[in-house]
C-alpha cells in the first residue's frame, strides 16, 4: 500500500474513533479496612448522548467466570439488579446513577464492606455505534487489623542449658503481618531487644477474613537469661493501650536457682521502652550480642485458619 492509502486510511480511522469519542472510567485499585463504605464508580463520557447505551457491572467469581451485577441503560437511567444476584450483596450495596461531566456513572455502594465482598469488579459499556463493549476494571482489597497475640504460659521455668519452646498466636489480620519477638534481661530496664520476626506463608483466610498465625521461638536457656521477658508483637511499635494491646509477654526462669515467689517476677510496667530501633538499644546491653546467639532461634510463622 502506498503512503497515500495509508494516510487515508489512518485520517479515516482517527475520525470514526472521535466520533464514537466515548470513554470509560472505574478506579483501579481500591483498598479498604473491613467495616468501611467503598463506592465503586463507573463513569461513562460520551460526544454523542442519543446513542444507546448499556453499562454494567459485573464481579468475577472465578478463573474467566463472572457473575452479573447491576446495569443501566442511558434511555431509563435507573440501575436495576441483575437477576441471581445473591441477598448477602444486595443486603448491604445500594445502586446509584450519578451525573458527571459528559455523561454519567453507575455506583455501587457497599455500606461496610465485608469478606465476601473483596475481590475484582469489571465494568462493562455496550453502545449501538460499537458493537465490541469498552470494559474497566476496580479490584477491592479488604483490610483487617491484627488481634493480640497470646503467649499460653506467664512464667516458665526450665533447667540451665535446656532448650524450650515459647509459642505465641494471634489473629495477624491482612495483610497479614509478620509475629515478632524480642526479649529484655532482669536488669536492662524494659529496653527490648529485637530478635526476629517470623516468616509469613501464604494461604487462604477463612470466611471472615481471619487469618491464625503461630510462631514459635527455640531458647537455649543460659545464666543470663534467668528472669528474662520474651515478647511477642504483631507490630515493633508496641501499643500497651486495653483493646489495642498489640503484644504478649512470659517471664523465664532457671528452675531452682531464682526464689519462685511471685513476687520477684518482673513487674509489667505500663510505661515501658520499646524494642530497639537501630539507635541505642545494642549500646545500653553489651551482653545483647551472645544472648542471641543463645536464642538460637527456630521461629516458625505458619498461618492457620481458625477452622483448622
Ligand atoms: C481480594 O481479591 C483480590 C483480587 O481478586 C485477591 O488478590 C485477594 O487475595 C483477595 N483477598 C482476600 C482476603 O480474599
Ligand atoms: C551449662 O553449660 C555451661 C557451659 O557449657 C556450664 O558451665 C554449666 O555448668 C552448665 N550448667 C548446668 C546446670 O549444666
Request: proline share 6%; net charge negative.
Amino acid at each position: 500500500m502506498d503512503i497515500k492509502t495509508y494516510c487515508t486510511i489512518l485520517l479515516v480511522a482517527g475520525c470514526f474513533s472521535s466520533a464514537l469519542g466515548n470513554s470509560i472510567e472505574t478506579t483501579p485499585e481500591l483498598h479498604r479496612h473491613m467495616g468501611e463504605n467503598v463506592k465503586l464508580s463507573c463513569a461513562v463520557k460520551t460526544t454523542d448522548p442519543g446513542d444507546w447505551m448499556f453499562i454494567q457491572w459485573k464481579k468475577e467469581t472465578g478463573e474467566g467466570t463472572y457473575m452479573n451485577i447491576a446495569s443501566m441503560q442511558n434511555v431509563v437511567l435507573s440501575p436495576d439488579w441483575s437477576p441471581n444476584v445473591p441477598d448477602h450483596f444486595r443486603d448491604h450495596v445500594e445502586l446509584q446513577k450519578e451525573d458527571v461531566l459528559d455523561g454519567y456513572a453507575l455506583i455501587l455502594f457497599i455500606e461496610g464492606f465485608i469478606c465476601s465482598d473483596n475481590g475484582t469488579y469489571i465494568c462493562e459499556v455496550f453502545t449501538k455505534s460499537n458493537p465490541s463493549p469498552m470494559k474497566s476494571q476496580s479490584v477491592l482489597f479488604i483490610e483487617v487489623d491484627p488481634g493480640k497475640p497470646s503467649i499460653h504460659q506467664n512464667v516458665l521455668q526450665v533447667k540451665e542449658n535446656d532448650t524450650f519452646d515459647i509459642e505465641c498466636t494471634a489473629n495477624v489480620g491482612l495483610p497479614p503481618l509478620p509475629l515478632s519477638w524480642s526479649y529484655t534481661l532482669k536488669d536492662s530496664s524494659h529496653i527490648y531487644q529485637k530478635i526476629l520476626d517470623g516468616f509469613t506463608q501464604e494461604n487462604s483466610p477463612t470466611r471472615d477474613c481471619t487469618i491464625r498465625g503461630k510462631s514459635v521461638l527455640t531458647v537455649e536457656m543460659r545464666e543470663e537469661l534467668d528472669m528474662a521477658t520474651f515478647l511477642c508483637a504483631t507490630s515493633s511499635e508496641l501499643s500497651t493501650d486495653g483493646s489495642k494491646k498489640n503484644y504478649d509477654e512470659v517471664v523465664v526462669q532457671i528452675y531452682g536457682k531464682t526464689t519462685t515467689t511471685t513476687s520477684t517476677l518482673a513487674p509489667s510496667t505500663p510505661e515501658r521502652q520499646q524494642p530497639d530501633d537501630n539507635t541505642g538499644g545494642s549500646s545500653t546491653i553489651p551482653s545483647s550480642v551472645p544472648v542471641i546467639l543463645f536464642c538460637c532461634l527456630v521461629a516458625m510463622f505458619e498461618l492457620f485458619t481458625r477452622t483448622s
